[in-house]
């Protein structure tokens, strides 16, 4: 039995990469294809045994709670057609897992959001779920991050090699080999640096199983990159002082909704491998750039 259970997701970003859309619509509850994207990840920590599930909020983000909440008009309304397939679509979002809410009253950074989480992770290992990366349901990695969480103690953080020029946009690791192929030692951290900074082209993606052993780090970590308290920062201060950072090298599919071109190719790639869509989508799309369809 793994004695990691929470998940914190974050989402309390302002989404200005997405406006006007997320004027007043939370960037999370923009849908791929027809399920709002936080939905996704919210399915990926259930599937990886975290039934609790707290998520960071600001203002505005009323429409996240209500998808997580019941719909008991629109049930009542479905239920009465005898509409048993669009019942359980709308009921699959609350009985996924038990939700809490908390607020961070002041956008300051990656690292304060997860701050914010402490008082109700108290002084277990928790896992941290970035909303703008949806991992494929068919590479897990967030199991096998908590296995060596599990054996390695300290806290893990999620690595993919990316092209040199897209290294300045994530926190980059510098690490050492250890026994398994695909586990590393972090000696390092530095959020977003330059190419010629970059300690390798390792970034890490959003998937942390953290131990609590952060939380007193986060407090003491001064504001760095744009301002915002960053929870690279505190990593590279647990890395360094020998407490235990680790990676998992991830090779699998991660779709990245965070920026308009990266979101519409995570729409079209989840499209094409629906079973009641892909079909036929592949086929348009197909058309579309032979040019045969108008
Ligand atoms: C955050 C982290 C960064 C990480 C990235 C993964 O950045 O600060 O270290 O590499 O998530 O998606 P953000 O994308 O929120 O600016």
Request: glycine share 8%; charged share 25%.
């Amino acid at each position: 039995m793994s004695s990691v259970t929470k998940a914190v997701v974050p989402a309390a970003g302002l989404g200005t990469r997405f406006l006007p859309a997320t004027k007043a619509t939370p960037k999370e509850m923009l849908p791929i294809v027809d399920k709002p994207a936080i939905q996704y990840v919210v399915e990926e920590a259930v599937a990886a045994g975290l039934s609790d599930v707290l998520f960071i909020t600001g203002r505005s983000k009323r429409s996240l709670e209500d998808h997580f909440d019941r719909n008991v008009e629109l049930e009542a309304a479905l239920a009465a057609k005898g509409d048993q397939a669009r019942l359980e679509l709308v009921s699959q979002a609350t009985d996924l897992a038990r939700i809490h809410y908390v607020r961070q009253l002041e956008a300051l950074g990656l690292g304060h959001a997860v701050l914010c989480a402490e008082q109700h992770v108290g002084n277990e290992s928790f896992a941290v779920l970035l909303g703008d990366d949806l991992i494929d349901q068919r590479d897990a990695v967030l199991p096998r991050m908590i296995e060596v969480q599990q054996r390695y103690g300290g806290s893990v953080v999620c690595l993919m090699e990316v092209e040199p020029h897209e290294i300045s946009q994530y926190g980059a690791a510098a690490v050492e080999a250890t026994d398994e192929v695909d586990v590393v030692r972090v000696t390092d951290l530095v959020e977003k640096p330059a190419v010629e900074e970059a300690p390798s082209g390792l970034a890490v993606i959003g998937r942390y199983v953290l131990s609590p052993d952060v939380f007193p780090v986060l407090r003491s970590t001064a504001p760095g990159r744009g301002g915002e308290i960053q929870l690279t920062d505190a990593l590279r201060t647990l890395a360094r002082d020998g407490s235990g950072v680790h990676g998992v090298l991830f090779r699998g599919r991660r779709y990245d909704t965070g920026n308009k071109l990266s979101y519409l190719q995570a729409t079209v790639r989840i499209a094409l491998d629906r079973e009641d869509l892909g079909v036929e989508f592949r086929q348009w799309l197909q058309d579309l750039l032979a040019g045969a369809e108008k």
